[in-house]
């Protein structure tokens, strides 16, 4: 059959659909992750109703033994509660897969401990809308001041991801393992099917890159801890560096996808990335 007579497929179908919407036509959601965040969650999902108020907000309560998801819904966030703790990246990838299930066309996600402050989400968003075919923005603690001290141990880590990232991804990532990260449409298809399990920031930046999805990154301040305890101990730093350069080496090594920019299926049928 001849092709001719329609009108000429739009290169980057998604941010097409974008830019045809103001920023108020598109269903955004807030995806909070949470475990044992109760000194803090209520405020969080407050705080984003109160400065983002056109984002759904989504907690991700992710077995935790205390009142975090009691707290959350009387703050008014809808909770899904896992039976067990799945660890952050299960937390995130049952958060994409609320949205994709629910048509959100925008997710991004804000730490259950108070670190993401939500009145930056208007500038992600308008990063993510305006930026000319842009599939995630990241928000970056070291683009501009970080907002409080992060510890040597954290620092050397993020240093050394940054320098291999930028090599792989070949462009300047400074904050490989901020979670404070705004996807659209192609992102949330593509972490509803596969997002890593433990320590994923990395990985999901290289999964970004293999499917040939455009990153950016925004100078954001976040700040300490609001309550609760981190995951990352200065034991479990040095783990997490091996565990996710071994990660990060073993999915360079697997078969690409080829999926060409512009294609409207981002997410490859096969395993990894
Ligand atoms: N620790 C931990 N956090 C989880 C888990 N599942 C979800 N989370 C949430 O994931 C978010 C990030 O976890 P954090 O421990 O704060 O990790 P981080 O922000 O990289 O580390 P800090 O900068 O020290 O806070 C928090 O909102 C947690 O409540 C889990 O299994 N363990
Ligand atoms: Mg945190």
């Not at 897969?97 to 009145?119: E, F, N, T, W």
């Amino acid at each position: 059959m001849l092709s001719g007579g329609g009108p000429p497929e739009p290169k980057l179908p998604w941010l097409e659909g974008m830019s045809g919407h103001s920023s108020s036509a598109l269903r955004k959601l807030a995806i909070v992750p949470a475990y044992n965040e109760q000194g803090s969650i209520a405020h969080v999902v407050s705080a984003i109703n109160e400065h983002a108020p056109d984002f759904d907000v989504l907690v991700v309560d992710d077995g935790s033994t205390d009142w975090t998801g009691t707290l959350a819904e009387q703050a008014g966030a809808t909770v899904i509660r896992h039976p067990f703790n799945l660890g952050i990246g299960g937390a995130m990838q049952s958060g994409f897969k609320y949205a994709l299930r629910h048509g959100y066309d925008v997710a991004v996600q804000i730490d259950g401990d108070g670190q993401h402050d939500p009145s930056y989400l208007s500038a992600l968003m308008s990063e993510l809308r305006d930026g000319g075919g842009v599939d995630m923005v990241c928000g970056s603690r070291f683009r501009e001041n970080a907002g409080y001290k992060v510890p040597l141990h954290r620092r050397l880590g993020i240093a050394f991801f940054s320098v291999i990232l930028s090599m792989i991804v070949r462009q300047r990532v400074t904050d490989p393992t901020s979670g404070f990260r705004m996807v659209g449409r192609h992102g949330i298809e593509l972490f509803a099917r596969d997002y890593p399990h433990d320590y994923p920031e990395v990985e999901a930046l290289v999964m970004m890159h293999a499917h040939r999805l455009t990153v950016r990154e925004l100078p954001v301040r976040m700040t300490e801890r609001k309550s609760g305890r981190s995951s990352i101990t200065n034991t479990l730093s040095v783990y997490y560096m091996v565990k996710v350069l071994l990660a990060v080496l073993v999915n360079l090594s697997r078969k690409r996808p080829t999926i060409e920019p512009g294609s409207p299926a981002p997410v490859s049928a096969q395993r990894g990335i």
